[in-house]
Nanobody
């Protein structure tokens, strides 16, 4: 089992920046991908970005392309999400997630507790 802990959430004004971090522990040798998701109250959880081992396979959602940057160490035991040019619609709980070698297809099989990001207008 991989344990994920997010940090770095908070309140920021529109147009500002914020960086989230995720630390993985436990069976980290099983990690294949790390990702960020977000969920606003009453809305469906949505994919934000992911990254593979050694920094490969980076993918961004269209809504954050060009504004957010995901990065990690080679082993994917730490992952960051640098969020720039933040908008009120970016307000959500942000979750760190992992896809291990035991996962089926594109499913994610490990999740952090989430960290709140609030962007004020």
């Amino acid at each position: 089992q991989v344990h994920l802990v997010e940090s770095g959430g908070g309140l920021v004004q529109a147009g500002g920046s914020l960086t989230l971090s995720c630390a993985a522990s436990g069976r980290t040798f099983t990690i294949y991908k790390m990702a960020w998701f977000r969920q606003a109250p009453g809305k469906e959880r949505e994919f934000v970005a992911n990254i593979g081992r050694s920094g490969g396979g980076i993918t961004y959602a269209d809504s954050v392309q060009g504004r957010f940057i995901i990065s990690s160490n080679n082993a994917l035991t730490t992952v960051s999400l640098q969020m720039n040019s933040l908008k009120p619609e970016d307000t959500a709980i942000y979750y760190c997630a992992t896809r291990t070698f035991a996962a089926l297809g594109n499913d994610y099989d490990g999740w952090g507790q989430g960290t709140q990001v609030t962007v004020s207008s």
